[in-house]
């Protein structure tokens, strides 16, 4: 049982305006470790033409912290702020683990979704990716920190690649008695194994009959070719599309291309 079903996660609003055009909004989420703001660049995009809500996913962001911290949790914290902000039916996008939380609605709460996106992951479960990210970030004593320099030194002094340093770093917020994470850092690696886990057909999951689209990154290894028959089976009305030269950060890296086919699949 959810700890809190009326848990007020954040939201970042754009493009409301276009709230009464005829068109669905659209939901964005975010992958682990992220937030919102994350997925500015399609957000942006998107605000010309549809409604935009961008979640802070639980434990993560300005998003309040909890101690269960699961796939369905999870999604059923969104679809609950759905009904907070009065969202029917969405069109909506996840990334990473925001895809998967994603998916998780749409195959539980099929009549909330008119179309889906799911960016850079697949419905299975996945090898400990984040095993030496989540034992650095415990390692360091933030409240003790002088400066956030010194904390991206030691988050450096393990983690080689600097593109996922700063973006850790973007967790880091500053308060009286010093430095503390914005995400429940605990609770993510309490959780972590839950959150590796794939999704299947079971009493709350039933294949989902709507559109569904899977963009991967061609230098990502998160959407394989054998991922697409399972992928299928949960979404039998599936496509899927490349984009060469991307990583898992595949609307970071190649905005224009990524924000062309969001917005051709929900036009």
Known sequence: ??????????????????????????????????????????????????????????????????????????????????????????????????????????LRYPQRVNKLIVADIAPVTYPAKHDEILETLGDIDVQQAVSRAAVQQLIEASIDDKAVSLFLMQNLDKHDEGFRWRMNLPA?????????????????????????????????????????????VLFPNSSFKEIAGAGHWLHAEKPDEFNDLVLCFFE
Do not use: C, W
């Open 188 to 232: 993510i690696i309490q959780n972590y194994a839950e959150l590796r886990q794939g999704l299947s057909l079971d009493g709350d999951h039933h294949a989902f009959e709507s559109p569904v689209l899977f963009i991967g990154g061609e230098r990502s290894n998160y959407i394989q070719a054998k991922y697409e028959a399972v992928s299928r």
């Open 1 to 106: 049982m959810l700890e809190s079903i009326d848990l007020d996660l954040n939201v970042i609003r754009s493009g409301e305006s276009n709230s009464e055009n005829g068109k669905p909004p659209v939901v964005l989420l975010h992958g682990l470790f992220g937030m919102g703001r994350n997925l500015g660049t399609i957000s942006r995009a998107l605000s010309d033409q549809f409604a935009v809500f961008s979640f802070d996913l639980p434990n993560h962001g300005r998003s309040p912290h909890v101690d269960e911290m699961t796939i369905t949790s999870m999604a059923d914290h969104v679809v609950a702020m759905f009904d907070r902000l009065e969202l029917d039916a969405v069109n909506l996008l996840g990334h990473s683990l925001g895809g998967k939380v994603a998916m998780s609605i749409a």
